[in-house]
């Protein structure tokens, strides 16, 4: 098994571009997440989802889209990527929201 | 709402200088409390769950422990491959599927 996998690992922006960070498990894990780590803040959840097709918001949800239309897979998109939006970005997923979450490998985001 | 304190921030012992990590938190009701180590560069690697007060874990070095308002990680006879970030974050009854990470303990063990 791969775990959980993020593409890409390093990504630099300008103000107002958008991306996509994708994420992918083939641990057949219904939940899945995605959090953002800044120095001093600590991990903090940005969107989650259940299952394929729900989703809801974490703590820090604005300027982040998310969708799940597979088991799999759990895109996070930037609409249009602020400076603020600098972060190292993890998806983690597990089979429960109770159960212990596999973390991926991160995202290095830097927006200019 | 949920608070998850760890402390202290930054730990730095020689090899085989034992120690704890502290993880304080303040919620409604406890689903459980989760351990993970990171190291630079990588995600965030799962160590322990502890689900209620009294209950202990233990691997290799590590032992976790929980009381009603905080978790312990002791480190016993530490290594140099022990040094990373510890975090701890807490599942609370109320709040859905939702995790609160402390910020961590950056540990550095010296040879």
């Known amino acids: 098994n791969a775990g959980v996998t993020q593409t890409p690992k390093f990504q630099v922006l300008k103000t107002g571009q958008s991306m996509t960070l994708q994420c992918a498990q083939d641990?057949?894990?219904?939940?899945m997440s995605w959090y953002r780590q800044d120095p001093g803040m600590g991990l903090r959840l940005i969107h989650y989802?259940?299952?394929?097709?729900?989703?809801d918001q974490g703590e820090v949800p604005n300027g982040y889209n998310v969708s799940r239309s597979t088991t799999e897979d759990f895109p996070l998109r930037l609409l249009s990527a602020a400076p603020s939006q600098t972060s190292v970005y993890f998806c983690?997923?597990?089979?429960?929201?109770?159960?212990?979450?596999?973390f991926g490998p991160g995202t290095r985001l830097t927006v200019l | 709402e949920d608070q998850v304190t760890q402390s202290p921030e930054a730990l730095r012992l020689q090899e085989g200088e034992s120690s704890s990590l502290n993880c304080s938190y303040t919620?409604?009701?406890?689903?459980?409390l989760f351990w993970y180590r990171q190291d630079p560069g990588k995600g965030p690697e799962f160590l322990f769950t502890?689900?209620?007060a009294g209950e202990e874990k233990e691997k290799e070095r590590l032992k976790a422990t929980l009381t009603k308002k905080e978790s312990f990680l002791h480190i016993t006879a530490p290594k140099p491959e022990d040094s990373a970030t510890y975090l701890c974050?807490?599942?609370?009854?109320?709040?859905?599927?939702?995790?609160?990470f402390g910020e961590g303990t950056q540990l550095t063990v010296n040879p």
């Open positions: 983690a997923s597990s089979y429960s929201s109770a159960a212990q979450q596999f």
């Open positions: 641990m057949n894990h219904e939940y």
């Open positions: 989802s259940v299952g394929a097709g729900i989703t």
């Open positions: 919620v409604s009701g406890l689903r459980g």
């Open positions: 502890l689900y209620s």
């Open positions: 974050a807490v599942h609370e009854e109320t709040s859905g599927s939702r995790l609160t």
